[in-house]
């Protein structure tokens, strides 16, 4: 049984129409009797640094012949576009808002978002099991590893479901490690600056200072949040968007101990393109790009949530001024904590800018590190932008803020020597001294820039026929084929 013709309470996006429920019924059966393409469900955490890969994950099985349905939360919803005609959006009714984000920080936003969906994702997700000709229709669930709470809905229904981590494998140990620490030690520790310096045990080349703890939250938030994160409960597999060239050996350990597969198939974005910015590109960045000379421009982000303080902005921009390279920077509204946009920086600012430099609110970042004039990437080291760097091989300035940027930082400047950490004040001295070294003196930025163009290369042939991330994908694929895929 399948029919449902009451309109379902959670909330169906222009796509669904065409959905087989909202047929005649001599049309439905038509379909049923033909071949029902096997679904794939998405559950995304709504956050451009979430949704952005899980959408292209959806591209990936897409192509691989599933249907995909994405439910996602009222807040940051993506948008049917024309890019995901063929997908079907579900939305959970009911979830929080930008304000509750500012209030709560990310941390307990994303703890309060897993207690008050867990309801109302179990109504949704029933109404479309109903529709579905049979059970089997749902090859399995994919959910983000921070929104856990939709896994007792697919043990209640007992579906198939897969854990899907938007950071990478060493991230991931290291949040399994930190959901054990003692909090209260681990705060006493972290006070010393020799132990914050100093390498932490089991996770080389990491230091106490580069483990993920949030700068959203306290200790305890995190390791709880953690915790939550990194059981897999009855998931069938791990899969991320990584590559086994990037971090071989914290893949390996993450299969000896979680139990269940663990599939590395990314960068994503290389292999499935899945346009899915939630604010407006503004591509006028680009015209300008045009007239700058090759690998002249240092472009700078701090991703979708980073802030910075008037006072850091404004070394940075005496700093960039004097390395007297020209730069790209993407201030996002919001951004500068107690200004709606840039309005509160002294007019110094705006007279440096305009020499030099060129503002964006949310750029086309991929188009932008694509470009030939992006000489340097200065960033907050989330994942998605580390990886889209590494794809364009373009060599960074990393500066971290919070949680895997640690992580990811650590390997860009010690594992793949593709960036430069800045750590510690920000002083115009030390801005434009790490832009120079990174574009404009000799060797160390040329040498950096032809590591990072191996490592480009590498991320290629990992996603092209053959390549591991390939494989891991058919892999998955496959195993979704076999009987006792649940009981993996
Ligand atoms: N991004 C973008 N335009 C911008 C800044 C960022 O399209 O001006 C995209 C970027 O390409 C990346 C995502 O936003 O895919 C940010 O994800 P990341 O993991 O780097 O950081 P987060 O936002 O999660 O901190």
Same mark, same amino acid.
């Given at each position: 049984m399948f029919l449902k013709l009451s309109y379902p309470q959670c909330i169906r996006s222009k796509v669904s129409i065409c959905l087989p429920e909202l047929l005649p019924f001599p049309h439905r059966r038509k379909m049923d009797e033909k071949q029902v393409k096997r679904r794939i469900v998405l559950v995304p955490v709504p956050a451009q640094g979430h949704v952005t890969p899980i959408m292209q994950l959806g591209k990936a099985l897409h192509s691989k012949g599933f249907s995909i349905t994405v439910i996602q939360t009222q807040y940051n919803r993506v948008s049917s576009s024309q890019d995901f005609s063929d997908f079907q959006f579900l939305t959970i009714p009911g979830t929080l808002t930008d304000s509750d984000l500012q209030s709560l920080g990310a941390l307990r936003f994303l703890m309060k978002l897993n207690q008050i969906c867990e309801a109302s994702f179990k109504h949704c997700f029933g109404q479309l099991l109903q529709e579905q000709v049979s059970r089997d229709d749902i090859a399995c669930v994919i959910y983000d590893e921070y929104m856990y709470f939709s896994a007792a809905a697919f043990k209640e229904f007992q579906l198939p479901s897969v854990i899907f981590s938007t950071t990478n494998a060493t991230a991931f140990v290291c949040r399994s490690v930190l959901s054990k620490v003692n909090a209260d030690k681990f705060l006493i520790d972290m006070k010393d600056p020799e132990v914050q310096n100093s390498l932490f045990p089991g996770l080389h080349p990491l230091r106490y200072k580069d483990l993920p703890t949030s700068a959203f939250g306290t200790l305890e938030d995190s390791i709880s949040l953690y915790s939550e994160a990194v +059981? *897999?409960? *009855?998931?069938?597999a791990v899969i991320f968007n990584s590559a086994s060239c990037l971090e071989s050996s914290s893949l390996l350990r993450l299969q000896r101990e979680l139990q269940v597969p663990v599939y590395p198939i990314g960068p994503l974005h290389i292999a499935a393109s899945a346009p899915s910015s939630l604010l407006e590109e503004d591509r006028s960045c680009i015209e300008w790009l045009n007239k700058q000379e090759p690998t002249s421009v240092v472009y700078i982000s701090l991703g979708s949530l980073g802030l910075m303080e008037n006072k850091d902005m404004l070394e940075m921009a005496r700093g960039l001024s004097n390395s007297n390279q020209p730069f790209l920077w993407v201030i996002r509204p919001g951004s500068v904590p107690g200004s709606e946009w840039t309005e509160s920086l002294p007019e110094e600012f705006s007279k440096l800018v305009s020499e030099r430099g060129y503002i964006v609110k949310w750029a086309p970042q991929m188009e932008v590190l694509r470009h030939p004039a992006v000489g340097g990437f200065w960033s907050h080291c989330g994942w998605n932008s580390t990886l889209e760097s590494i794809g364009e091989g373009v060599p960074m300035i990393c500066r971290p803020i919070t949680g895997d940027q640690k992580v990811n930082a650590r390997y860009l400047e010690c594992v793949w020597r593709i960036g430069i950490r800045l750590e510690g004040e920000l002083e115009k001295e030390t801005v434009e001294r790490v832009v120079k070294r990174l574009i404009v003196l000799g060797e160390e930025g040329a040498d950096m820039r032809k590591r990072a163009i191996d490592l480009k290369e590498k991320l290629e042939a990992s996603v092209r026929s053959g390549g591991s991330s390939c494989s891991s994908l058919d892999n998955f694929v496959n195993s979704l &084929? *076999? &009987? +006792?895929f649940m009981q993996q």
């Open positions: +059981n *897999t409960r *009855t998931a069938s &084929k *076999t &009987k +006792n």
